[in-house]
């Protein structure tokens, strides 16, 4: 499949004008040139994006779904491109991290923030993306340290690490008015309980699939909801959607205040080591400092085996 950048700016700009003409001025060319570049995306996907019959121009289903993707696609690119011209322009005192979206509300502001005095007068960004994209965008020297859960991936000479803390991945749903839980996990009577899924192919769903498959199962859990992002997960749990797994670290006032409650035993629960991952390559000045500081609280790490 060969699909061009501009296509999906093409397609993305005709689902907001709804109109051929308006966007081929939008795009600066002529409005054949841009229905060309339309159907040569249609092509490309094997499905009609656009009806064509209406007017104003509508969108079909598949191009109502692709219009997601395309919209996720530009702005990650778009994203990416500049952090990559933000590198080439960073000064010397300046170190990148990767964060996983987990990660980057709750963990990630507090390990900064340990490390306050040490990193007075040198500038930190945060690059976010889901685990797998995290650990690439190391491999590939895009940052120079990555926090995330511990990664086999990363188990090479390659790569450095201190483990920073253990957390727990815990199923949790919402509480009744007496504070028990409404799903109960480990229920004798073989319930069918809804849960709330993380996608198969990211961390967290492995995780999760991993868990299931070790267990033998004395209830039924039926998917009802997916998302690639635990605090969502959080706020379906909440509302009573059913049972979602989310890192201790990420509920803990939802379960002081009450709004959600462990729905089952240590069976169901998944240790999660956090970690803070370095490739084995010389960093900045700036940056080997900061890992030394890390040795000093941390202990002193070993390559990966």
């Given at each position: 499949m060969n699909i061009e950048t501009k296509w999906l700016e093409d397609?993305?700009?005709l689902a907001h004008t709804q109109s051929f003409s308006r966007s081929a001025r939008e795009r600066h060319m002529t409005?054949?040139?841009?229905?060309r570049r339309i159907r040569a995306l249609e092509a490309a996907l094997g499905c009609e994006l656009v009806d064509r019959t209406?007017?104003?121009v509508q969108l079909?289903?598949?191009?109502?779904?692709?219009?997601?993707?395309?919209?996720?696609?530009?702005?990650?690119?778009?994203?990416?491109i500049s952090h990559l011209r933000s590198?080439?322009?960073?000064?010397a005192h300046t170190i990148d991290f990767a964060v996983s979206h987990t990660l980057s509300l709750s963990l990630f502001p507090a390990f900064l923030q340990s490390f306050r005095q040490e990193l007075d007068g040198i500038g930190t960004r945060q690059l976010v993306a889901n685990v797998d994209d995290s650990v690439q965008a190391l491999k590939n020297g895009i940052c120079d340290f990555l926090l995330a859960f511990e990664d086999s991936s990363l188990a090479s000479e390659q790569f450095h690490?201190?483990?920073?803390?253990?957390?727990?991945?815990?199923p949790v749903c919402r509480a009744d008015e007496e504070g028990q839980p409404i799903f109960n996990l480990d229920s004798p009577d073989g319930a069918t309980l809804p849960y709330l899924g993380y996608p198969g192919e990211i961390f967290l769903g492995r995780c999760v699939e991993r868990l299931l498959r070790s267990r033998p199962r004395t209830?039924?859990?039926?998917?009802?909801?997916?998302?690639?992002?635990?605090?969502?997960?959080k706020v379906m749990a909440m509302q009573g959607m059913g049972i979602a797994w989310v890192p201790s670290f990420a509920i803990q006032e939802e379960l002081r205040q009450g709004f959600l409650v462990i729905c089952g035993g240590g069976s169901w629960r998944l240790p999660l080591n956090v970690c803070l991952y370095r490739c084995s390559r010389p960093l900045s000045d700036t940056a080997e400092a900061f890992w030394r500081v890390c040795e000093q609280n941390y202990g002193r790490s070993e390559p990966e085996q």
């Open positions: 397609f993305l700009s409005q054949p040139a841009f229905s209406s007017m104003p079909t289903d598949e191009g109502r779904l692709f219009r997601i993707t395309a919209r996720n696609l530009v702005t990650q690119l778009a994203d990416s590198m080439k322009q960073r000064g690490r201190f483990e920073l803390q253990t957390e727990q991945l815990v209830v039924t859990l039926r998917q009802s909801f997916e998302s690639p992002l635990a605090d969502s997960l």
